[in-house]
T-cell receptor, first 114, second 119 residues
Framework: SAVISQKPSRDICQRGTSLTIQCQVD?????MFWYRQQPGQSLTLIAT?????????ESGFVIDKFPISRPNLTFSTLTVSNMSPEDSSIYLC???????????FGSGTRLTVV | AQSVTQLGSHVSVSEGALVLLRCNYS??????LFWYVQYPNQGLQLLLK??????LVKGINGFEAEFKKSETSFHLTKPSAHMSDAAEYFC?????????????????FGKGTHLIIQP
């Protein structure tokens, strides 16, 4: 399966600032996905990042708040902008490493906004 | 749009007993179905998946699940629980290709079931 390196693994940030999370995959993938897992909750899809085009955002998530870059087939970043305590969550990236083989997840970034 | 319902936010079983975690889905097309496990402070690990073919799917750690189209269900079972099975379990669905022109779609997750194993 694909191996995903995600960093930082955790961070504590001041409200009003921004944090950029990086996701590196050890193989080329077409789609990369970003999820949020709020404390004690399930995972919610934020957006889908396809190399060479703008990310597609799910309802309730906007590009100004969560800008995404996808410069090549192995890398993506998610920025959490103008953070508030409500943004405290675990953010995960994911890829489908081969058709019908399931989705692999990064280890996540645990973000605390104070 | 698809949705996933996991009945029971917490399930408690005795060690050695049958584990049954329920998952029902709604989807406008035949879905791809997944079960993931999340151990405390760890990432998500794929237990098993159903895409096409045999409806009884076997996964890792002795778990299996059966896709029942008529019941729109994909319940997860394990014949004999072990203490190490204590974790959070998530059922997820993907309408592969319907919304992305044939490419991969993101997953819709259920709310999760916390499995507790009693000694």
């Amino acid at each position: 399966s694909a191996v995903i390196s995600q960093k930082p693994s955790r961070d504590i940030c001041q409200r009003g600032t921004s944090l950029t999370i990086q996701c590196q995959v050890d193989s080329q993938v077409t789609m990369m996905f970003w999820y949020r897992q709020q404390p004690g909750q399930s995972l919610t899809l934020i957006a889908t990042a396809n190399q060479g085009s703008e990310a597609t955002y799910e309802s309730g998530f906007v590009i100004d708040k969560f800008p995404i870059s996808r410069p090549n087939l192995t890398f993506s970043t998610l920025t959490v902008s103008n953070m508030s305590p409500e943004d405290s969550s675990i953010y995960l990236c994911s890829v489908e490493w081969a058709p019908n083989y399931g989705y692999t997840f990064g280890s996540g970034t645990r973000l605390t906004v104070v | 749009a698809q949705s996933v319902t996991q009945l029971g936010s917490h399930v408690s079983v005795s060690e050695g007993a049958l584990v049954l975690l329920r998952c029902n889905y709604s989807s406008s097309v035949p879905p791809y179905l997944f079960w993931y496990v999340q151990y405390p402070n760890q990432g998500l690990q794929l237990l098993l998946k159903y895409t096409t073919g045999a409806t009884l799917v076997k996964g890792i750690n002795g778990f299996e699940a059966e896709f029942k189209k008529s019941e729109t269900s994909f319940h997860l079972t394990k014949p004999s629980a072990h203490m190490s099975d204590a974790a959070e379990y998530f059922c997820a669905v993907s309408d592969r290709g319907v919304y992305s022109g044939g490419g991969a779609d993101g997953l819709t997750f259920g709310k999760g079931t916390h499995l507790i194993i009693q000694p």
